[in-house]
């Protein structure tokens, strides 16, 4: 094993970690540079042209990230070509659909989905090679701010406003590719077996769940909810946010790894304890830290919702023991519908509090909902040829 891997086994949820990290803090400076150098109208139709990409850009993923990372680990190329196809297939006609609806000047944007559908990230996962996801996010983060710059500072037209978030698409993707084909020093063995098809469907499922759980709620806010209150819990959900991007990337160094011992929950449940356990006694803290100041409303949302990151952990963990079992497609349907049942309670609640216990409660039952699946239906994983 070269040093590189090792290094990454030791350490690798820490890489991606700090990535999310680089990756956050990169889009805050980005949006302090265009904020401070383009008109709100214009900022604003920006804005409105990335959430109408970005979805564009979920369709072209399509949940397949993590099959990808398996297939590619199992070396079956023949497949790898097939779906890689097919994101591409799906990236021209959101690109087709979308792009009539949006300003000609912000044609540079319609680089992202393509990006997306072409950028092999998945292979350096695959190959455990984590710190290299480091350098990516860097070298695209660092573009985006470079373009941010020369818009706000040298630029006339509103083109390189644009281009600012596809200069970032485009250099992670390249990036992405310098990564992915380089020879290791030392090749991993050939794999003894294969990734049945019948996981496919459940292991898609699966990470679409994970995609959906953390943003489905806030999609569905009552009406009549007071200003105040929905100002708090947008706030609120910001810092959970932040907590359940570091659970996701440590999910899917985990993912890759295929973990299945005692170090699996503690990475997942460590960090997970400790952002509960700060959300619950240090809330002033935390919200002054990210933004600057903490009103009562938000300090008791946010001690109500210091439990959320934990259960999310729980639920995360089933996930991973789950998806790769074989029987679980009708276990990850369900949880599916209990996720849309949960959200569908949330119009109904009359404040901010009822909110936010809802979405606790829902969690909870999700967790106990997949380990009693877990233990009804046990069934051996599949072991992934790259172990850690």
């Known amino acids: 094993m070269d040093n590189g891997l090792a290094r990454d086994n030791r350490h690798a949820p820490l890489w991606l970690i700090a990535s999310t990290v680089l990756n956050r803090a990169g ?35 399509a949940g397949c990230g993590p099959l990808l990372v398996r297939l590619a680990q199992y070396r079956q190329w023949q497949s790898v070509g097939l779906i890689v196809m097919l994101r591409l297939i799906i990236a021209g006609i959101a690109i087709v659909l979308i792009a009539p609806n949006l300003p000609p000047v912000a044609w540079p ?94 292991l898609i499922g699966f990470t679409l769940l994970v995609g959906l759980l953390p943003n489905i709620d806030m999609a569905l806010l009552p009406a009549t909810l007071p200003t105040t209150e929905r100002d708090a819990l947008l706030l609120v959900h910001r810092l959970l946010l932040l907590g359940a991007a570091l659970i996701s990337a440590i999910s899917g ?11 699996r929950d503690i990475w997942l449940l460590l960090p997970a304890l400790g952002i509960s356990l700060g959300f619950m006694l240090l809330p002033h803290i935390a919200l002054n830290l990210l933004f600057g100041h903490s009103g009562e409303d938000e300090t008791a949302l946010l001690r109500m919702a210091a439990f959320w990151p934990l259960l999310l952990a729980l639920v995360s963990r089933q996930f991973l023991v789950l998806q790769e079992q074989s ?60 172990q850690h």
């Open 27 to 61: 889009g805050l400076i980005i949006l302090l540079i265009l904020g401070h150098g383009f008109a709100p109208d214009l900022l604003a139709r920006y804005f409105a042209a990335l959430v109408a990409i970005t979805v564009a850009v979920s369709l072209t993923q």
């Open 327 to 386: 029987g679980h497609f009708v276990t990850a349907c369900f949880a599916g519908l209990v996720i849309l049942a949960g959200a569908a309670v949330i119009p109904h609640c009359e404040n901010a509090t009822a909110i936010m216990l809802a979405m606790n409660i829902k969690l909870a039952v999700l967790a106990i909902t997949l380990y009693c699946a877990g233990r009804v239906h046990p069934a051996a994983t599949e072991a992934a040829p790259c």
């Open 253 to 263: 160094v985990l993912f890759a790894q295929n973990r299945q011992d005692k170090i």
């Open 109 to 202: 944007v319609l680089i992202m989905p393509l990006a997306a559908s072409l950028s092999p990230d998945w292979f350096v996962t695959a190959r455990l090679q984590f710190h290299k996801i480091l350098i990516i996010g860097a070298l695209g983060q660092a573009a985006g701010i470079v373009v941010a710059l020369y818009a706000t500072t040298y630029a006339t037209a509103p083109f390189w406003l644009y281009a600012t978030a596809p200069a970032i698409s485009l250099t992670s993707g390249i990036a992405s590719f310098f990564f992915a084909f380089d020879k290791p020093s030392r090749p991993a063995p050939p794999p003894t077996s294969h990734l049945p098809a019948s996981i496919w469907p459940q």
